[in-house]
């Protein structure tokens, strides 16, 4: 993905520092509530950002299977970082909401809706996987026979303010899935970091009316060449690879391969992987009633495969040990996904080699059942 | 690629949202057997009642504010329209509560929601229903419609497994079942005094069927896991080939639309891919243990 390949319809200009710091007055002027990266507990997280001095500046993240560490540059950056736990699914998938409400009344029980009240989302700082993520999750939510309100209220006038990255950690395999690091489509403006500026390219309507009230310059030749370089460099630093030839059916035809048994030595069933993915969607329901009894919520939240009680059924557990576990998310992020939504569920981000505790890696995971396949 | 694909659920409330519950009234409960009784709903908003449609095979979820929902095949006749009959084990959190209600009493129904047995292939065909237990009453709403359409087809048998004699359910309705053309076969596990009919599994009826003609029969499963699987096997070394034979299957299921991830088998939302399945298409994966 070392291209170039943007549409001509796609207009380019460089926004100066000083221009990207009006962003957020501009943004908030447009009733957006923006949401970007943030450094909190250690870690680079998306949370609501009030000013441009909200942003990591200065701030990297080194990932290794099993480590994650923040650590200082040496310029003031912005977005000199690559992904961090969180995804941008927590803002449209909520971990909690609310799926209907019951009320006892004389006629028996009433079931309403939650008026939510949406605030409009411009998000800030997504990357080329995340944008990836974005559209899995929509064919997920959206794309099916039926949708899910909660996800399309909020998604409905999201505004997408992608980065290309201009760095990779070693945990990234997006050129594997052709997801990245160069942002492709999907967003409404994509910024270039440059040490004085941004290029900027607008995408769509939406796009346009941010940047044009703010000042902006015509793209010099050197601009284009240094933002051309910046991507590059993210490029030539991926070094993990997924080889995705044929892995649908290379999975399916290996369920019963020794190779989970070794994987469910070290996997701790944590849930951890799942969680920072940006495309796991599972959950489970549960109900909230008050002292009464007589009001009760629904409330959805985020699950897991590898929850123990996940597979219930009967009085039993059709999962019942982590090899099972492990080969239910293995096989349905990269085999079965594909079944049900005619594409990959992993984009290539890292997040769940990064975060899990003892660093297993599915790259590798998958490269050790090919080989056992072919032997 | 899904030839008998969910239909959404026609009533003006849920429509759009498929998480909200419609409330639903309990016009009347009828024992069955130890366990079971059989729920006669009616949905309180008059439009959404009679705008109500479903097929054979097809669920609700009925949901207890407090204790969940629980995923309950229709029972009924489905040119029923204006109330809903669901016939329910008492076996877990939900169905329990539901066992606590009465008549008048109200509770949530979303649906209906999954696949519906294959009842257009069947026309010039031969029909074998194979239920074990709690697998009839999915199958009910087959026969009825077999019955009333009976002309179209040919031979209908149904081969019905219970544990005991005690346990068979709707035993009034099958002398009409029989007068209306179908060839009612039963066995239980466990004789009782005064039973004089088969004993074993229900694969044996299957091979002890007279006149069996696998190269035009239709076969619709349901039951236990293990069970539809040695029907299946049964009917697939007597000739049939697994394009001719249905099962219905079974998870944990929470959403019913595809969005919450519990009830997948492979790369199967049983909510919403199933519950009805060809066979081909879903036994290699009923064959891996914890998938």
């Known amino acids: 993905m070392s ?21 957020f007055e501009i943004l908030y002027g447009l009733d957006y509530e923006v949401i970007g990266p943030i450094i909190d507990q250690g870690a680079i997280t998306y949370d609501r950002l009030t000013s441009v001095n909200d942003l990591p500046r200065g701030w990297t993240d080194v990932q290794e299977p099993g480590k994650y560490r923040l650590q200082e540059r040496d310029d003031d950056a912005l977005f000199g970082y690559v992904v961090g736990p969180h995804s941008w699914k927590k803002h449209l998938f909520p971990p909690v909401s609310t799926l209907s409400v019951a009320d006892r009344t004389e006629e028996g ?3 309403s809706e ?22 899995i999750q929509d064919r997920v939510f959206l794309g099916g026979a039926y949708v899910d309100p909660i996800y399309q209220g909020r998604r409905a006038e999201t505004l997408i303010i992608a980065v290309n990255c201009t760095q990779a950690a070693a945990t990234c395999f997006c050129t594997s899935m052709n997801t990245g690091p160069r942002c492709q489509s999907g967003f409404d403006l994509a910024l270039t970091e440059l040490t004085d500026g941004f290029v900027v390219e607008v995408a769509t309507p939406a ?7 703010l000042k902006t310059q015509e793209l010099s030749d050197e601009q284009l060449t240094q933002a051309s370089a910046a991507r590059q460099q993210a490029v030539d630093q991926i070094e993990r690879e997924l080889d995705t030839t044929d892995i649908h059916d290379l999975l399916m035809s290996n369920l019963e391969s020794s190779h989970w048994d070794d994987v469910a030595e070290r996997c701790l069933s944590c849930t951890n992987c799942t969680m920072v993915c940006p495309t796991c969607f599972c959950s489970s329901v549960e109900e909230v009633s008050d002292l009464t009894g007589d009001h009760v919520e629904r409330q959805r939240m985020w699950d897991s495969c590898f929850n123990m009680n996940f597979s219930y059924m009967n009085g039993g557990l059709v999962r019942n040990n982590i090899r099972n576990r492990y080969r239910q998310w293995l096989t349905h992020k990269l085999a079965t996904w594909i ?21 297993i890696d599915l790259t590798q995971e998958v490269a050790a059942i090919r080989k056992d396949g072919e032997t | 690629m899904n030839s008998c694909s969910a239909t ?22 009828s024992a069955e057997v130890r366990d079971v009784a059989t729920y006669q709903l009616a949905l309180t908003d008059p439009a959404a009642a009679a705008a109500y449609r479903f097929q054979p095979g097809q669920f609700n979820m009925l949901y207890v504010p407090g204790a969940g929902e629980s995923a309950i095949s229709m029972s009924g006749n489905p040119e029923t329209h204006d109330s809903l009959l669901h016939t329910i084990r008492f076996a877990g959190n939900v169905t329990r509560s539901i066992a606590g209600m009465k008549v008048g009493d109200t509770l949530g129904l979303r649906g209906p929601f999954g696949t519906s047995w294959p009842l257009e292939s069947c026309v010039g065909q031969d029909v074998i229903l194979v239920a074990g237990g709690i697998g009839l ?11 009333a359409e009976r002309q179209r087809y040919g031979r209908l048998h149904l081969l019905y497994g219970a544990r005991s004699p005690e346990m068979r359910l709707y035993t009034e309705e099958y002398e009409q079942w029989s007068e209306g053309g179908l060839d009612v076969r039963q066995t239980v596990d466990r004789s009782s005094p005064g039973w004089h009919g088969n004993l074993g599994v229900v694969p044996l009826l299957l091979e002890r069927l007279p006149a069996f003609d696998p190269a035009r029969t239709v076969l619709m499963i349901c039951g236990p896991d293990l069970m539809m699987r040695f029907t299946a096997r049964a009917a697939l070394q007597m000739g049939m080939t697994a394009e001719q034979i249905w099962v219905s299957t079974e998870r944990n299921m929470q959403c019913a639309v595809g969005l919450c991830g519990h009830c997948q088998l492979g790369p199967e939302f049983i909510c919403k891919d199933g519950p009805v399945f060809r066979y081909d298409r879903i036994s290699p994966y009923m064959k891996v243990e914890g998938l």
């Open chain 1, 3 to 23: 291209q170039e390949p943007q549409t001509e319809e796609v207009r380019s200009c460089f926004l100066s520092n000083k221009q990207f710091e009006k962003l």
């Open chain 1, 109 to 111: 029980w009433q079931f």
């Open chain 1, 114 to 135: 939650v008026e939510e009240d949406r605030p409009k989302l411009a998000f800030l700082g997504v990357r080329a996987c995340e944008l990836a993520a974005l559209k």
């Open chain 1, 207 to 213: 796009g346009e009316t941010v940047i044009q009230a």
């Open chain 1, 339 to 359: 079944d049900q939504f005619g594409t990959s569920g992993c984009v290539g981000c890292g997040r769940c080699i990064s975060w899990c505790p003892v660093g």
């Open chain 2, 8 to 29: 959404t659920g026609g009533d003006g409330n849920s429509a759009n949202n498929p998480w909200l519950p419609q409330s639903a009234v309990i016009r009347s409960i």
């Open chain 2, 137 to 147: 009453p999915p199958l009910r709403p087959v026969i009825y419609r077999l019955l």
